[in-house]
C-alpha cells in the first residue's frame, strides 16, 4: 500500500518529468490542478474523520504544492527567457543553461517539498500515510 501512496505523492513530478507539455498548456493544467486540489480536499476531509486514530496524508498534499511549485517556477523561466522551458534530459545541446538549471531547480525542490510533508508529518506524531 505504501507504493500507491508514494504514486499518488509524487503525481505532479511524474507529470513534469514525463508530458510537462501538459503543463504547459492552461486548459489542461487547469484539469490537473482540480485533480491536485480534490487530492488535498481529500487529504483534509479524511484527516477530520480520523479522529479516533489521527492520521494525516502528506501524499495526497504533495501534488498540489508540486504543481504550485511548477507554475510559479514556470512564470519565472517565461519573465526571465520569453519561452517555454525545454526538457534536458540526455539533451547537450549549447545553449540550454537556463532550462537546466529550471529543472535541477524543480525537481530537487519539488523532491525535497516532497520529503519535508513527510517530516512535518512524522513530526506531529501521527500515523501518516
Not at 36 to 64: E, Q, R
Not at 99 to 120: E, H, K, P, Q, S
Request: one cysteine or more; proline letters at 4%.
Amino acid at each position: 500500500m505504501d507504493v500507491v501512496w508514494i504514486i499518488i505523492g509524487s503525481f505532479g513530478l511524474f507529470i513534469a518529468f514525463g508530458k510537462r507539455d501538459l503543463l504547459f498548456e492552461r486548459e489542461t493544467r487547469a484539469i490537473i490542478f482540480c485533480v491536485a486540489a480534490a487530492l488535498f480536499v481529500a487529504a483534509v476531509i479524511i484527516t477530520g474523520f480520523t479522529y479516533k486514530s489521527p492520521a494525516l496524508f502528506p501524499s495526497l498534499v504533495n501534488p498540489l504544492v508540486s504543481l504550485g511549485l511548477f507554475v510559479v517556477m514556470h512564470k519565472g523561466f517565461v519573465r526571465w527567457q520569453q519561452r517555454n522551458p525545454i526538457d534536458t534530459f540526455m539533451d547537450w545541446r549549447r545553449g540550454l543553461a537556463p532550462d537546466r538549471l529550471f529543472n535541477i531547480l524543480y525537481f530537487t525542490m519539488g523532491f525535497v517539498l516532497w520529503m519535508l510533508l513527510y517530516v512535518a508529518a512524522n513530526l506531529t506524531g501521527y500515523k501518516w500515510y
